[in-house]
Protein backbone atom coordinates (compact mmCIF):
# COMPACT_ATOMS: atom_id res chain seq x y z
CA UNK A 1 0.00 0.00 0.00
CA UNK A 2 2.83 2.59 0.71
CA UNK A 3 4.60 1.89 -2.20
CA UNK A 4 1.39 2.72 -4.42
CA UNK A 5 0.74 5.85 -2.35
CA UNK A 6 4.35 6.71 -2.88
CA UNK A 7 3.93 5.82 -7.19
CA UNK A 8 0.34 7.67 -7.22
CA UNK A 9 1.91 11.22 -5.53
CA UNK A 10 5.07 10.74 -7.64
CA UNK A 11 2.92 10.52 -10.84
CA UNK A 12 0.38 12.77 -9.47
CA UNK A 13 3.40 16.03 -9.31
CA UNK A 14 4.41 14.94 -12.80
CA UNK A 15 0.85 15.31 -14.07
CA UNK A 16 1.07 18.96 -12.27
CA UNK A 17 4.48 19.72 -13.20
CA UNK A 18 3.40 18.86 -17.27
CA UNK A 19 0.20 20.36 -16.68
CA UNK A 20 2.37 23.37 -15.50
CA UNK A 21 4.71 23.36 -18.08
CA UNK A 22 1.82 22.99 -21.14
CA UNK A 23 0.26 26.66 -20.29
CA UNK A 24 3.47 28.58 -20.63
CA UNK A 25 5.48 29.29 -23.66
CA UNK A 26 8.46 28.26 -23.08
CA UNK A 27 11.66 26.27 -24.82
CA UNK A 28 11.51 22.12 -24.71
CA UNK A 29 14.59 20.18 -24.56
CA UNK A 30 15.13 16.56 -25.75
CA UNK A 31 17.98 14.19 -25.27
CA UNK A 32 19.78 11.87 -23.80
CA UNK A 33 21.64 11.47 -20.32
CA UNK A 34 24.48 8.94 -19.33
CA UNK A 35 25.30 7.49 -15.97
CA UNK A 36 22.76 7.27 -13.14
CA UNK A 37 20.81 7.01 -15.10
CA UNK A 38 21.28 6.46 -18.87
CA UNK A 39 18.52 6.89 -20.88
CA UNK A 40 16.37 9.64 -22.57
CA UNK A 41 15.92 13.39 -21.03
CA UNK A 42 13.77 16.34 -21.45
CA UNK A 43 13.92 19.83 -20.15
CA UNK A 44 11.08 22.33 -20.10
CA UNK A 45 11.50 26.27 -19.35
CA UNK A 46 8.84 27.56 -17.19
CA UNK A 47 10.25 31.35 -17.08
CA UNK A 48 13.83 33.18 -17.74
CA UNK A 49 15.05 30.67 -14.45
CA UNK A 50 13.23 28.21 -13.82
CA UNK A 51 12.86 24.34 -15.11
CA UNK A 52 11.33 21.00 -14.83
CA UNK A 53 13.22 18.50 -16.22
CA UNK A 54 12.80 14.58 -16.46
CA UNK A 55 14.76 11.09 -17.25
CA UNK A 56 13.63 8.18 -17.89
CA UNK A 57 15.49 4.65 -18.53
CA UNK A 58 14.77 0.84 -18.39
CA UNK A 59 16.84 -2.21 -18.78
CA UNK A 60 15.66 -5.37 -19.88
CA UNK A 61 18.08 -8.59 -19.81
CA UNK A 62 17.67 -12.28 -19.45
CA UNK A 63 17.41 -12.68 -15.93
CA UNK A 64 16.49 -8.78 -15.14
CA UNK A 65 14.74 -5.63 -15.87
CA UNK A 66 14.32 -2.01 -14.01
CA UNK A 67 12.48 0.96 -15.27
CA UNK A 68 14.02 4.37 -13.90
CA UNK A 69 12.14 7.59 -14.05
CA UNK A 70 12.79 11.31 -12.15
CA UNK A 71 11.56 14.75 -12.17
CA UNK A 72 12.97 17.75 -10.99
CA UNK A 73 12.42 21.78 -10.78
CA UNK A 74 15.52 23.73 -10.94
CA UNK A 75 16.46 27.35 -10.41
CA UNK A 76 19.29 28.51 -12.75
CA UNK A 77 21.48 31.44 -11.42
CA UNK A 78 23.40 33.86 -12.86
CA UNK A 79 26.57 33.68 -10.83
CA UNK A 80 28.85 33.16 -13.66
CA UNK A 81 28.78 36.39 -15.53
CA UNK A 82 28.38 34.38 -18.96
CA UNK A 83 25.71 33.84 -20.96
CA UNK A 84 26.55 30.73 -22.31
CA UNK A 85 26.96 28.75 -18.71
CA UNK A 86 24.80 28.60 -16.04
CA UNK A 87 24.63 26.82 -12.95
CA UNK A 88 21.65 25.42 -11.56
CA UNK A 89 20.08 23.64 -8.37
CA UNK A 90 17.19 22.33 -7.36
CA UNK A 91 14.52 19.61 -6.28
CA UNK A 92 12.59 16.14 -7.75
CA UNK A 93 11.40 12.55 -6.68
CA UNK A 94 12.71 9.51 -8.63
CA UNK A 95 11.55 5.97 -8.80
CA UNK A 96 12.91 2.89 -9.53
CA UNK A 97 11.44 -0.55 -10.64
CA UNK A 98 13.29 -3.73 -10.55
CA UNK A 99 12.48 -6.90 -10.54
CA UNK A 100 15.22 -8.65 -8.79
CA UNK A 101 13.22 -8.50 -5.44
CA UNK A 102 9.92 -6.71 -7.42
CA UNK A 103 11.10 -3.55 -5.03
CA UNK A 104 10.20 0.23 -6.18
CA UNK A 105 12.75 2.51 -4.56
CA UNK A 106 11.22 6.23 -4.34
CA UNK A 107 13.66 9.01 -3.10
CA UNK A 108 14.28 12.60 -3.29
CA UNK A 109 16.71 14.54 -4.86
CA UNK A 110 19.01 17.26 -5.38
CA UNK A 111 20.68 18.46 -8.38
CA UNK A 112 23.27 20.90 -8.44
CA UNK A 113 24.86 21.69 -12.11
CA UNK A 114 25.92 23.49 -14.59
CA UNK A 115 24.39 24.16 -18.77
CA UNK A 116 26.67 25.26 -21.04
CA UNK A 117 25.03 26.26 -24.60
CA UNK A 118 27.01 25.55 -27.62
CA UNK A 119 27.25 28.67 -29.87
CA UNK A 120 24.89 29.54 -32.57
CA UNK A 121 22.93 26.43 -32.27
CA UNK A 122 20.09 24.95 -30.21
CA UNK A 123 22.38 22.47 -28.43
CA UNK A 124 23.02 22.79 -24.65
CA UNK A 125 24.96 20.16 -22.67
CA UNK A 126 24.93 19.76 -18.83
CA UNK A 127 26.78 17.92 -15.90
CA UNK A 128 25.21 17.04 -12.75
CA UNK A 129 25.89 15.86 -9.37
CA UNK A 130 22.93 14.60 -7.14
CA UNK A 131 22.63 13.80 -3.63
CA UNK A 132 19.82 11.58 -3.63
CA UNK A 133 17.77 9.61 0.00
CA UNK A 134 16.00 7.30 -0.95
CA UNK A 135 13.49 6.27 1.76
CA UNK A 136 11.50 3.16 0.33
CA UNK A 137 12.11 0.06 0.51
CA UNK A 138 14.93 0.85 2.62
CA UNK A 139 16.79 4.81 3.78
CA UNK A 140 19.43 5.40 1.65
CA UNK A 141 21.63 8.02 1.14
CA UNK A 142 24.18 8.27 -1.73
CA UNK A 143 25.51 10.84 -4.46
CA UNK A 144 24.64 10.06 -8.31
CA UNK A 145 25.95 12.34 -11.25
CA UNK A 146 25.46 12.69 -15.15
CA UNK A 147 26.31 14.17 -18.01
CA UNK A 148 23.99 14.75 -21.20
CA UNK A 149 23.18 16.88 -24.11
CA UNK A 150 19.79 18.46 -25.22
CA UNK A 151 18.33 19.87 -28.21
CA UNK A 152 16.00 22.72 -27.59
CA UNK A 153 13.25 22.15 -30.70
CA UNK A 154 11.91 25.91 -30.47
Not at 10 to 27: I, K, M, P, R, Y
Not at 31 to 52: C, E, H, M, Q, R
Not at 58 to 74: K, P, R
Not at 111 to 133: C, H, M, Q, R, W
Amino acid sequence: MKKSLLAFLFCGLLLVSVETVHAQNSDLGVGAVINNPSGLSAKYWLNDDIAVDAAFSFAIAENFSEVYLHTDVLKHTDTINSEALELYYGMGMRLLWSDINNDLNTGLRWPVGTEYSIADSNVKSFIELVPTLDFSPDASFFFGGAVGVRLYLN
